[in-house]
């Protein structure tokens, strides 16, 4: 099916487990050992974090320098592509010990060829939020093109969510929050002019009220970053689309994988 067919619909069509940052608590993030091992657990989505190099391409990593996943203090911004690829980030992992920084092609091409939906955070530096936002969008359109179902982008930055807005409107969006505005008509305004299907929640912050006003409003929600299975499934009960989680061995699909979008659910308490 091709994406000018899928940006016709309005119906929310992804599974409901997402796993954090393509590696969860089995394996590094945002690598491709990370994105293959959540797809053996049984994964059918994926969140990962893509941001800009110094040559402006699209790179699939969390932090804005590499301090933390590999004892690096260059930033992201600083390297090029060509050797942001060759940086192992696994080296501290306790069971992957090499795993190196993926371009956004390569999770692209991973998610489409294996049939697995993908909540693309973009995540800008400070005065890049409207070029990385296009750069990324017109690279995932492409990328994303003959996909059976259109990727899911996610920013906090507003500035980000009106490029795309503006430049791919048909693109599926979802506003970020840390934390529940003081009024939920401000919220429910932002999710509306920006044209955003999904509300994208720390589940510290959602109770039933708030999930029932954002449902009624028309937006799915997609919390994050649960890791507790009882409160995984008081926010099912709840009601909300989709849940980001590290618990890749923790959750349990059913036996039948025939489409990508099972809603299963049970768990492996």
Request: aromatic share 10%; charged share 25%; hydrophobic share 40%.
């Amino acid at each position: 099916m091709s994406m000018d067919v899928l940006t016709k619909e309005k119906e929310w069509n992804y599974p409901i487990w997402f796993a954090h940052r393509g590696g969860g608590n089995v394996a590094p993030e945002n690598t491709m050992p990370g994105f293959k091992a959540c797809y053996r657990f049984g994964f059918r989505a994926v969140e990962f974090d893509v941001q800009l190099c110094c040559d402006k391409a699209a790179v699939v990593i969390h932090d804005h320098d590499l301090f933390r996943v590999a004892n690096d203090n260059r930033s992201v911004s600083s390297l090029k592509l060509a050797d942001l690829v060759k940086i192992n980030v696994a080296a501290q992992h306790p069971t992957y010990k090499v795993a190196f920084v993926p371009s956004f092609e390569e999770v692209a091409n991973f998610c489409v060829s294996h049939n697995v939906a993908a909540n693309i955070e973009i995540k800008p530096n400070i005065r890049e939020e409207e070029e990385t936002a296009i750069l990324v969008g017109k690279a995932a359109l492409h990328y994303w093109q003959r996909a059976q179902v259109r990727p899911l982008f996610s920013s906090f930055s507003l500035t980000s969510l009106k490029a795309l807005q503006q430049h791919y409107p048909d693109t599926w969006r979802g506003y970020l929050i840390e934390e529940w505005p003081e009024s939920d008509e401000q919220l429910l305004d932002t999710l509306k002019r920006l044209d955003c299907v999904s509300l994208h929640a720390p589940y510290k912050v959602l109770t039933q009220r708030r999930i029932n006003k954002i449902k009624q409003a028309g937006f799915a929600i997609l919390c994050w970053t649960v890791n507790d299975l009882n409160k995984a499934k008081q926010l099912l009960n709840w009601g909300v689309h989709g849940i980001i989680t590290d618990m890749i061995d923790k959750v349990e699909f059913a036996s039948d994988k025939k489409t990508s979008f099972d809603t299963m659910n049970t768990f492996v308490e």
